[in-house]
């Protein structure tokens, strides 16, 4: 079992960045892959990141490659969003999950076990 709570979001104009974070609570923090997600009002949850259990593997949407990195910190129990450029169409809220091994799809919401509660993010333009 593992609980997360993001912080970081806010209101930020275009252009501008945030970094989110995800504190996990738990020993077994280090052997999850963790993702980020997003949901826009109205849309389906989609995923934004996703890096493997050692740090060593990120995956990324093409929506925000390029502007977004996501790391850890196992140390810590952490996993990080750092978002640079922001657009319009990034404001969500903004979600991180643990997926436990067996790993599944870090593209799929249903690969991951645990999900925090949220941070919304608004890019103004």
């Known amino acids: 079992q593992v609980q997360l709570v993001e912080s970081g979001g806010g209101l930020v104009q275009a252009g501008g960045s945030l970094r989110l974070s995800c504190a996990a609570s738990?020993?077994?923090?280090?052997?999850?892959?963790m993702g980020w997600f997003r949901q826009a009002p109205g849309k389906e949850r989609e995923f934004v990141a996703a890096i493997s259990w050692g740090g060593a593997s990120t995956y990324y949407a093409d929506s925000v490659k390029g502007r977004f990195t996501i790391s850890r910190d196992n140390a810590k129990t952490t996993v990080y969003l750092q978002m640079n450029s922001l657009k319009p169409e990034d404001t969500a809220v903004y979600y991180c999950?643990?997926?436990?091994?067996?790993?599944?799809?870090?593209?799929?919401?249903?690969?991951?076990?645990?999900w925090g509660q949220g941070t919304q993010v608004t890019v103004s333009s």
């Open positions: 999950a643990a997926d436990p091994p067996p790993y599944g799809s870090s593209w799929y919401p249903n690969s991951y076990d645990y």
């Open positions: 738990g020993r077994t923090f280090k052997m999850y892959a």
